[in-house]
């Protein structure tokens, strides 16, 4: 009976006043997160001219094939259908995975339809996109990260060949990288000095972006403590 009864209680909690408002005040920060990243992302994509992220190679390779579809629907296919291999290399898929690649293709396609940013008039314009899009995507996933909802189904491909091989994530992560760009690039995607920097300085950006933020990670881990124990 105890087991059940300790079941019973741990699912009361979750549903507490004070249960909820952890997971909404977790998955605002989610959602604010992804969309702050969709929109640094959307500046470095108009900066193309130098090149864009590895994985946007790969996705302006892919939709030069595919004009129909938005580079957003086919970040999200592309994210589906790296979800097969994670699974079979031992990463379980959350609900969050779901929306982060469903939520994060949407908002793309919102910022690429919906032209709100003139595209660069110059070639230093391209510069200012891309550095201040890379600024912008390093924020907004530390502040998705702060979530703690699970990893996006890139990230879990990574995960998954880092668990199945022992080799090290930043080896993993550049293989990845640079595979998507070489596919990318046969595709005919954007691949130039914007790519290269975007790949020195993305973690960079993401890490003062970390460090910035961690007063408010604390807080949510302290407020995530005190649930468990109470």
């Known amino acids: 009976m105890r087991p059940v009864i ?102 793309l396609n919102r910022f690429m339809s919906g032209n709100i940013v003139s595209p660069p008039a110059n070639l230093l314009m391209s510069f200012l996109y891309l550095i201040l899009g890379i ?12 979530a703690d909802t699970g990893t996006g189904p890139r990230d879990a491909l990574m995960l998954g060949l880092c668990k199945k091989t022992g080799i090290r994530i930043s080896k993993i992560r550049a293989g990845i990288e640079i595979s998507a760009v070489i596919l990318g690039v046969l595709l005919g995607g954007s691949f130039g000095i914007g790519t290269l920097i975007f790949s020195l300085t993305i973690g960079i950006s993401l890490e003062i972006a970390m460090q910035l933020l961690r007063p408010i990670h604390r807080k949510l881990q302290s407020f995530s403590s005190k649930e468990c124990n109470n």
């Open 135 to 146: 600024l912008i995507i390093g924020f907004g996933t530390a502040v998705y990260l702060l």
């Open 6 to 107: 300790s079941h019973l209680g741990a699912g009361i909690h979750i549903f507490s006043f004070s249960g909820l408002a952890n997971i909404l005040i977790r998955y605002f920060y989610f959602f604010i997160g992804l969309f702050i990243a969709g929109f640094g992302n959307y500046l470095t994509i108009l900066a193309q001219n130098l090149g864009v992220s590895p994985w946007d190679v790969f996705h302006l390779g892919v939709a030069k094939h595919l004009p129909s579809l938005g580079l957003g629907t086919i970040s999200m296919i592309v994210g589906a259908a790296l979800l097969i291999p994670s699974f079979f290399l031992g990463i379980k898929t959350t609900f969050a995975t779901f929306i982060n690649m469903y939520y994060y293709g949407i908002v």
